[in-house]
């Protein structure tokens, strides 16, 4: 018997009506012969309302008290998702994430999934129940709830595929799979039929919202192949899988779009071993994510070091960097927010020249300037004004032709 993973996201489970639509694809998908394990977010906007809550309550509640708060929206949807099933027929069990044996590291807020246990889930399975298990969410060896982070209720379904085995797993969002570029920003944008993990790594990582980034990292790290489509209509989505030699005939695969950055500049850092080393320190240290890190080449014994940081991490990362500017006898920090960095992947790029140069100029025609630039094997990323990201997506969105590319992809393909 065929063993399905699939995780309901946030809109999908938005209202009774949907909940109970998700109810009703989940006794389909059983009725079809397949044992079910869906993962359910918490219903929409309901994680945002417990942050107000929290601080109406507190400006600094503790992050293990957050953790033991944002757990409970998946707790609901994951119980009212049992109940709908369970109302139309069905035989449906909700676990929490510690419940389905779900193991993480201490690190509240951001946890780290360190292993699985299922064994109440192929209890339950064998039982011919429904599973449905809170996403999200796990526990520490102590016994204490920790959160995975934003989107960690596609972690949850990526790991659980993994851990069970699973035939098939399947992400139903509300969009219907993985567009060359957010759709809302560029209405040309097409939905790819597939993606290579390292492709969709650095689109999730440029900001694209369908899929958090840890979750396609295990999904890559443990080959978990896994559909992104919609839940509601019965039209295929997007498939995630492992690199073929067929994706590089498209050179652009997709564009992202990634708002709210901020820049920091250290300025006439000494040029000497280990300075680096002593600047990031602190930031990690404080569990800041840099992103993009640029540094100058070197003149008169100091250079400029630059990188970007969310917007809402900007004050902590002052607050640290100041005293360390001084310490390590650089001459200033210089900060700006406002900025927003436009990512352009594809494996194409591979072995296809002149990607950075059609970018470069697109973006120049168009007057709009590029303050920093960071390049992977099948990416370039670029660093403008806030302002300017949705023309300047919809531009290269056109420069590249990617509509067109992925409309005669698409048609080579089904005359396979």
Known sequence: MRLVVQKYGGTSVGTPKRIQNVARRLLKTQSEGCQVVAVISAMAGATDNLLKLAHQISSHPTERELDMLLSTGEH?????????????????????????????????????IANISPKQIHELLSDDYIVIVAGFQGQTPEGETTTLGRGGSDLTAIALAGALNADACQIFTDVDGIFTCDPRIVKGAKKLGEVAYDELLEMAGGGAKVMQSRAVEFAKK??????????????????????????????????????????????????????????????????????MIVQNASAGGVTDISFTIHEDELENARRILMPVVGEI????????????????????????????????????????????????????????????????????????????????????????
């Open 329 to 416: 006898g650089a001459k200033r920090l210089n900060t700006s927010s406002g900025l927003a960095k436009l990512s352009v992947v594809g494996i194409g790029m591979r072995s296809h020249s002149g990607v950075a140069a059609r970018m470069f100029e697109c973006l120049g025609r168009a007057g709009i300037n590029i303050q920093l630039v960071s390049t992977s094997e099948i990416k370039i990323a670029v660093v403008i004004d806030e302002k300017d990201a949705e023309r300047a997506a919809r531009l290269i969105h056109a420069e590249f032709g990617l509509a067109r590319l992925v409309s005669a992809t698409a048609a080579a393909q089904s005359l396979k």
């Open 222 to 291: 443990f080959s978990i192949e896994f559909e992104v489509r919609s839940s509601f209509n019965k039209s295929r989505g997007t498939i995630a899988r492992e690199e073929r030699a067929s994706m590089e005939n498209v050179v652009i695969r997709g564009i992202s779009v990634d708002r709210h950055q901020a820049k920091l500049t250290i300025a006439a850092v000494p040029d000497k071993p280990g300075i680096a080393g002593r600047i990031f320190f602190n930031v990690a240290a404080a569990h800041i994510v840099v992103d």
């Open 76 to 112: 609901a949807a994951a119980a009212l998702t049992a109940m709908a099933v369970n109302a139309l027929g069905g035989r449906a069990a909700s676990l929490t994430g510690a419940q389905a044996g779900i193991l993480t590291d201490r690190n509240y807020t951001k946890a780290r």
